[in-house]
């Protein structure tokens, strides 16, 4: 079985452009299932898997890239008739980018409120009045608590 690139690699020549290659064909069955292609003129896992594989991929890496735009559906993932796992590769790029330093805002505020109190989102000021005006107690999250179970950190 293919698996691309590795979770700690760093450099975008892990990806594995070549056995990439070999696999793809460019049918586009995975653009056509992609919901991100169907709303952006700028994202296509046809074609990010393409500029893996002649070498030119590094335009991929950072915080304006179009890498950002998936919604990690796996339709790519289950319909490519090749087994090439784009979504594999649009997360491969997501990490060197991250490593790197780049990523959009919005993926930051998500990793900072993870590593603050151990969600991904936070309880709003207009969710607390809705809350309140339902009489619902105020919402309180152990994430932090959570998250150092699941870990081992504190
Ligand atoms: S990644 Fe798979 S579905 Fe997409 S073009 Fe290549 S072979 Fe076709
Ligand atoms: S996982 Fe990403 S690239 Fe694949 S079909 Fe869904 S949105 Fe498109």
Same mark, same amino acid.
């Given at each position: 079985?293919? +698996?691309?690139?590795?979770? @700690?690699?760093? $450099?975008?020549?892990?990806?594995?452009?070549?056995?990439? !290659?070999?696999?793809?064909?460019?049918?586009?069955?995975?653009?056509?299932?992609?919901? #991100? #292609?169907?709303?952006s $003129?700028d994202f296509?896992?046809?074609?990010?898997?393409?500029?893996?594989?002649?070498?030119?991929?590094?335009?991929?890496? %950072?915080? %304006?890239s179009p890498i950002w735009k998936? +919604? +990690?559906?796996? +339709?790519? =993932?289950?319909?490519?008739?090749?087994?090439?796992?784009?979504?594999?590769?649009?997360? #491969?790029?997501?990490?060197?980018?991250?490593?790197?330093? #780049?990523?959009?805002?919005?993926?930051?505020?998500?990793?900072?409120?993870?590593?603050?109190?151990?969600?991904?989102? @936070?309880? @709003?000021?207009? !969710?607390?009045?809705?809350?309140?005006?339902?009489?619902?107690?105020? !919402?309180?999250?152990?994430?932090?608590?959570?998250?150092? !179970?699941? @870990?081992? =950190?504190?």
């Amino acid at each position: 079985m293919y +698996t691309v690139g590795s979770s @700690t690699s760093e $450099d975008i020549d892990s990806i594995g452009g070549r056995e990439l !290659a070999r696999l793809c064909y460019s049918c586009g069955i995975c653009v056509g299932g992609c919901p #991100a #292609a169907r709303f952006s $003129d700028d994202f296509n896992p046809r074609r990010i898997v393409l500029e893996i594989c002649l070498g030119i991929g590094r335009r991929l890496v %950072g915080g %304006g890239s179009p890498i950002w735009k998936c +919604t +990690t559906c796996y +339709t790519c =993932h289950e319909r490519c008739p090749a087994g090439v796992k784009p979504l594999d590769v649009v997360m #491969a790029l997501r990490n060197i980018s991250f490593r790197e330093g #780049a990523c959009p805002e919005s993926v930051s505020v998500i990793r900072k409120n993870v590593l603050d109190d151990g969600v991904a989102g @936070t309880v @709003t000021r207009r !969710a607390a009045e809705i809350r309140q005006k339902m009489g619902l107690p105020p !919402a309180e999250s152990d994430g932090r608590g959570e998250l150092e !179970a699941l @870990t081992g =950190h504190e």
